[in-house]
């Protein structure tokens, strides 16, 4: 970042804390530091299939990496560059010391690919925030996490405010199942249902999302992991919960129903490197499903499981109303769009306001050649 | 409106002019304004097909009808709920003298749907300008008019800044052609080509379109009014033009090609009331593009013209590059979300700053049970 840019960051906290006083002055440096900008700097927290990708991205983008954080042993000390297949050197250590890079390096942005549980993540968003480092992570309760984690969200947020962060979760779920889809809704003039079906390829995430996705498990080991009370909300509960914020419609009742996906043929699941057998599990469905006080009924159907030959990522939503919507995007590369959402967002995150700021509240996403 | 809203209403006023001077002002009377607007008071300009759908769809979201202006003789001094066919009385009759409906009811908003060209439909906006009124119209070129009209925007734009109203272009290329692809757009990592497929009907929307379609018309005659030099911008222009400038991206070159589209088999057009016979042109097909110095290159290949049996609207966008991405509406109902999106948008157009505000700025459209 050039000198003025380093200047107009310092400036930002200047003027989120001058806001109270006089919007003036706080606007004028806003305006400076969008101005001069001109290059970003990130730290990679987390250095996995997801986060390898969206390295290149970064640096295609334009934007600096000045750190990365990586707990496995066997990636600290490891150049970056080298480490994720990039065929140079970046001049980046993996780090396991996450404060410590965040110190040293004072980063604009710390893009986090490592958990999709808030209650996985929160150790990351938690350490981004008490440094006063901006961060877009993937943790997919972190799209909307005010219903499902409401108490760590509370306490995230005012932390991120107490130092001028912003914490935004992001991915594919971003576009393809909220602002797309609440956008959608917006061109009906009476919505009496709303309902999405979407798939994804458990082997295009690695092996965490795999196990957690129970591949590989006997129908009876999946019943009984369903029945127990240890599970995280799933991923489509947060993005009901978005879509129905963003009506300002009040909730009902709020169902969630599972159902595990079958081989009916002899597969291979490669992100865990195992064979599975006719009748083994290979991924879930469920369809979450929210009714509103004044009537209209959200519900959403997603498999995330191992495909079979041919099938590919669906997006698909359908409105009933007045008139009738539909929406299609094909077949999706889900994880290229997760990845370049995670990236696109950033200019976005850096210019919102400090706190916990949701996908559905950031402005409109667009396409920018270079940040 | 209550007494409140009233007093916040005027509020505005104040709060634009003090903008310069003090912000915190401006967004306190701003936040009085929002908090109470319990019902946005409406004046209908243009009384034909759309309006008369538009005018439905205000009440229903609780907006309250306080004046309807229109020029012909027969519509003049006619209550608007007779006139529309609603089977009872609004107590509004219908005027042709705009000024003095304006004066009169000093409305939030007027709905216009009366041209589709900037240049004819000037004369509506210039005087919403002039009386302080924000508008929300149809007019096509309106979507994005600086690239297309740049002098007549700007005089307008600065009207409007000067007596605090808000002119936008809104309808069904708000969210299907302008919001929705940029937002897919915003998941590319990079774009190459953007490639857009659209059909409408002209049958859909009255006479003055299908005259403008050049329906009924020979090839011949088709011919000779595609070389001369009275046409407007096509829509589609308008529509690139936002995309484009939504990325940032430099214009290299514009070009436009255009064929007629041919009866195959006897049709009928039920907007104009006449019979086509094989051969006759049903209305034709414009492809705009715009290449663009950093190399994405920009395609709209629209059709509006009389549908046979089993046609039906089609929006269909294709991303080439990194990923390449697909998106589809299906059959989407043209002529409801024109008029959906006329009435939705009402809201962010009444919150956005003075003068000409194109829906690319605006919020991401959501959808709201009543305003």
């Known amino acids: 970042m050039t000198e003025i840019a380093s200047f107009a960051t310092r400036g930002r906290g200047i003027a989120d804390n001058l806001c109270a ?50 707990r496995s042993p066997q990636k600290v000390g490891q150049d970056l560059g080298e480490l994720i297949g990039l065929g140079r050197r970046l001049g980046v250590a993996v780090s396991d010391d996450a404060a410590a890079v965040f110190e040293q390096t004072r980063p604009d942005i710390a893009v986090i690919a490592v958990n999709s549980y808030l209650t996985d993540a929160v150790e990351q968003l938690r350490i981004c925030a008490e440094h006063g480092v901006n961060a877009v992570t993937l943790s997919e309760e972190m799209l909307y996490p005010w219903e499902t984690s409401p108490e760590l969200s509370g306490e995230l947020d005012a932390l991120a405010k107490s130092t001028g962060a912003t914490l935004t979760g992001t991915g594919y779920q971003d576009t393809f199942w909220v602002n797309m889809v609440a956008l959608l809704m917006g061109t009906a003039h009476r919505i009496d249902t709303v309902r999405g079906k979407a798939s994804w390829n458990v082997d295009d995430f690695g092996p965490e999302l795999a196990t957690a996705q129970q591949v590989g498990r006997t129908v009876a080991e999946f019943d009984e992991w369903v029945r127990g009370a240890q599970r995280p909300p799933t991923f489509g509960r947060n993005v009901l919960d978005a879509l129905v914020a963003d009506t300002g419609l009040t909730v009902k009742s709020i169902t969630t129903a599972t159902r595990p996906d079958i081989a009916s043929a002899a597969m291979r699941s490669e992100a865990l490197g195992i ?97």
Chains 1, 2 share one sequence.
């Open 21 to 70: 006083r006089s919007r003036s002055a706080a606007e004028f440096l806003s305006e400076v530091r969008v101005t001069y900008m001109s290059e970003i700097r990130a730290v990679v927290y987390g250095v996995g299939a997801m986060n390898s990708i969206v390295a290149g991205m970064l640096l295609d983008k334009g934007v600096q990496i000045v750190g990365a954080i990586a």
């Open 275 to 371: 064979d599975l057998a006719p009748g083994d599990v290979i991924g879930f469905t469920d369809i979450d499903r929210i009714e509103t006080e004044e009537g209209p009924v959200f519900e959403f159907e997603m498999s995330g499981r191992v495909y079979g030959p041919g099938e590919g990522d669906i997006n698909e939503w359908t409105i009933e109303g007045e008139p009738n919507l539909f929406l299609s995007n094909g077949t999706v590369p889900t994880q290229t769009t997760t990845c370049t959402q995670l990236v696109n967002r950033i200019p976005d995150v850096i210019a919102a306001p400090p706190g916990i700021v949701t996908v559905d509240k950031l402005p409109r996403l667009r396409y920018r050649p270079r940040f």
